[in-house]
């Protein structure tokens, strides 16, 4: 579900390039490079770039929700092999995407992750997720148990029967360059969502002033538009995962 202007700032917009120094530890976990920020505690994050990969600008993003009191895991899905072609060729896209991160092997990694998390004391999981990985942790939302509540800024590829199988809270914060999940895609707020007994909880609010990637990896923090944009969506974020974490 996209529109011709998503697609082209999904598509042809470059990452930005970041000199922010990440705060956090990179481990593995399984065979999972996956950044960790923050402190172990009852509260944790999962957080899934977009198709460039796992940038500082979206380890920013983990640092951040960190500092909100929340342990973030950001695994890179890639394994080290981001996809670096812009303008995006989409065929190429679809194979890059097909070999180094396969929908069930994205699920797998993401509920190993949920593990890891659980082991080290945290109660409730979240997931987040940015573009691409949007349609990701919903699909790990369809999973009874998975996590606690699931968000996307940016979201891509989000549709019907992704939505319909969500079983726990769910914020949506798209750009000017996504479709208004409300009006637009009535679904969301009207429709399938708003018939599931969470309904109450879940979260949506359009940036109509911010261009498609504007917490993740084309995220220019050197623009003060920018940063006010990336400020006020990350307080939507941590202040949604509290109230379900």
Not at 96 to 120: G, T
Request: proline share 7%.
């Amino acid at each position: 579900m996209s529109t011709p202007d998503h697609v082209t700032a999904c598509c042809n917009t470059p990452p930005f390039k970041s000199n922010y120094t990440p705060k956090g530890l990179t481990e593995t976990v399984a065979d999972i490079p996956v950044y960790f920020a923050g402190e172990k505690g009852k509260s944790a994050i999962i957080l899934v770039h977009d198709i460039f990969g796992l940038k500082a600008n979206t380890m920013q993003l983990a640092d951040t929700l960190a500092a909100h009191g929340f342990r973030v895991a950001a695994p890179d899905c890639f394994r080290g092999n981001p996809y670096e072609t812009v303008p995006v060729v989409m065929a190429d896209l679809r194979a890059h995407l097909l070999y180094h991160a396969p929908p069930e092997v994205v699920l797998r990694d993401s509920q190993s992750i949920a593990a890891h998390l659980r082991a080290e004391g945290a109660q409730k999981v979240g997931a987040l997720g940015l573009c691409w990985g949007g349609r990701k942790v919903c699909e790990l939302a369809a999973v009874e148990g998975a996590v606690d509540a699931v968000a996307s800024a940016h979201p891509s590829q989000i549709d019907e029967a992704v939505v319909d199988a969500i079983t726990v809270p769910v914020c949506f914060l798209p750009s000017m360059s996504e479709p208004d999940y409300v009006s637009i895609d009535d679904f969301l707020c009207e429709g399938i969502l708003a018939k599931k007994p969470f309904a109450a909880r879940n979260v949506h609010r359009r940036f109509t002033t911010m261009r498609h990637g504007w917490i993740g990896a084309r995220a220019n923090y050197d623009d003060p538009e920018n940063v006010k944009g990336a400020q006020e969506a990350t307080d939507i974020l941590a202040d949604f995962f509290k109230a379900n974490l």
